[in-house]
């Protein structure tokens, strides 16, 4: 078989064994090799330097890198000393330049895991861990853009060719997008499609749960979401409306559909970002998701999906053992690593800090790139939901997933079944949609709003009276499709909502149905 990477033998067996010694030796030897008091940590307070003018724009852009290469194999392992780390920066940047750049990760999973390790390394070697605050990057640039230009550059070259949409239409340098954040918020992405489904969302959160967090709505392009329809949602207060094509070049990433969510999480205007579905019903206000011990500590705060093994063989755990070297506690301790489900995560709503997991979120929207999620990527999983995990875990940023199981919330139902004396036997279950509760135990949200399907216009409403938390060890015997429904082992588990949150749920659908969002009820 032909190989995919266009360089010759030899250029290709000398790219193999400098990628193996890499990730043990080289790329750590280069980077941690510069005198401890040059390296950036968080704790510590950076001022620029003495001649700083803060009304001159310093910062080197990725336009401003060096392309001076040798015609050449440039070779990184050169016998220069330990204390001359710039030339072998230099070096390496342009070993990066003429082998591993200009080879084609969007078909090689492998490489494109190798491309983020050593972004990460040289990321946390000029700007630390935990702290990617616009202060401190700019900062950061500053003093190494003086101290070691070469460090700067290399940077910027693994940085570009990992993420070159960032790019040339808003921001020129990764400072200039962090600028950009402040705050928390709501981030909500959507189309005219589900244009019906955002409005209620966004009445909920403004008018009955009476959030004091802004609501940003994000759409891809002109087609997308209709002036009139942008107009009514800025009706409301606090509200911003936002085209993904103005941040980034849309050319290389295309992001429509599932696809546009971490793209707007990065492009959102919030520091600390909830991202939520148009049709995901809250009945507490999110702002709780920010006190969660997890996020707290991590910056991340992730919802498990149901447990479901799927009908065949599980070709994305496979998949995703063959290119993830050495993963994350979190990951090893995952249903999905474990074999137990094929659905992990579900990304109805997804919490993240950009301040302490950018480097994530970044691996995250690399995963669902056109050519990669095309590719490789959705061939495995289920569109772009696993990618968030996936992406922490490749770029080696941990993150925290909700302890929680998922609950299953609405009505019950019984079905007749024949059991094997031909008798007929009633199974109980509730149909309804997948919910998520905090450490209370009590429901925050579910996702697909309040009819049986979203997408179905003439979809009949659902009752929402209980709900049930499953269990680690369910099966795929345990669910039903069309509608989706959850059969019940044991009734003891039943919690029913309490008056309190039956009367919110009420008010929902009649300020639904006055909109006109719901018809029929």
């Given amino acids: 078989m032909k190989s995919k990477f266009r360089i010759s033998k030899n250029k290709l067996l000398f790219y193999l064994i400098v990628i193996i010694v890499l990730n043990f030796v080289s790329i750590y030897t280069i980077l941690t ?81 190798e491309k983020t390790e050593i972004h990460r390394i040289i990321w946390e070697q000029l700007f630390g ?72 969302t966004i009445d909920t959160l403004r008018n009955l749960i009476k959030t004091r967090l802004p609501i940003e709505v994000f759409y891809y392009g002109s087609d997308d979401l209709s002036e009139r329809e942008q107009q009514i949602l800025l009706s409301y207060p606090n509200v911003y409306i936002s085209n993904i094509e103005d941040y980034f070049n849309t050319d290389v990433i295309q992001c429509k559909k599932r696809s546009i969510k971490p793209y707007a999480m990065l492009a959102s205007r919030f520091m600390e970002v909830i991202l939520i579905d148009a049709d995901a019903m809250f009945i507490r206000d999110p702002v709780e998701l920010f006190q969660s011990d997890g996020y707290e500590e991590t910056g991340t705060f992730f919802f498990r999906d149901r447990t479901f093994k799927g009908t065949s063989s599980n070709d994305s755990l496979q998949w995703f053992k063959e290119w993830a070297k050495d993963p994350l506690p979190e990951t090893r301790s995952s249903r999905f690593w474990n074999g137990i489900t094929v659905h992990e995560m579900d990304s109805s709503t997804v919490v993240i800090n950009k301040e302490k997991a950018l480097l994530g979120l970044l691996a995250a929207c ?146 639904a149905f006055n909109d006109n969002i719901l018809l029929g009820y």
Avoid at 184 to 191: D, L
């Fill in 366 to 511: 690399k995963l669902n790139e056109l050519e990669v999620r095309e590719n490789m990527v959705y061939r495995h999983i289920d569109n772009e939901k696993e990618t968030f995990w996936m992406g922490f875990d490749m770029a080696r940023q941990h993150y925290y997933m909700n302890e929680q199981p998922i609950s299953f919330i609405g009505s019950i139902q019984t079905e007749l079944s024949l059991d094997n004396e031909n008798s007929n036997n009633e199974n109980s279950m509730i149909c309804g949609h997948i919910a998520h509760t905090m450490d209370d135990g009590r429901i925050m949200f579910w996702n697909g709003h309040l009819v049986a399907d979203k997408d179905d216009d003439s979809s009949a409403l659902l009752d929402f009276e209980l709900y049930v938390m499953e269990s680690d060890n369910d099966n795929n015997n345990k669910w039903k499709d069309s509608p989706l429904c959850y059969y019940i082992d044991n009734e003891d588990e039943i919690v029913p909502l309490d008056d309190k949150e039956k009367i919110f749920i009420d008010v929902i659908k009649e300020r």
């Fill in 129 to 200: 861990t935990d702290d990617f605050s616009y202060k401190h990057v700019l900062n950061t640039l500053l003093k190494y853009q003086e101290e070691n230009l070469p460090l700067v550059n290399l940077f910027y070259k693994v940085h570009k060719n990992l993420y070159p949409w960032i790019y040339g239409k808003k921001f020129l340098a990764i400072d200039e997008l962090i600028k950009t954040y402040h705050g928390r918020g709501i981030v909500i992405c959507t189309g005219s499609l589900h244009f019906k489904y955002a409005k209620s």
């Fill in 33 to 113: 090799s510069f005198p401890k008091e040059k390296v950036i940590k968080s704790s510590k307070k950076i001022r620029p330097p003495k001649n700083y003018n803060r009304n001159k724009k310093p910062v080197v852009n990725v336009n401003d890198v060096h392309n001076d290469i040798d015609d050449n194999d440039v070779d990184i392992f050169s016998n220069q000393s330990v204390d001359n780390n710039k030339i072998m920066i230099e070096n390496f940047r342009k070993f990066f330049m003429n082998t591993i750049e200009s080879v084609d990760d969007s078909k090689n999973i492998n490489l494109l895991r």
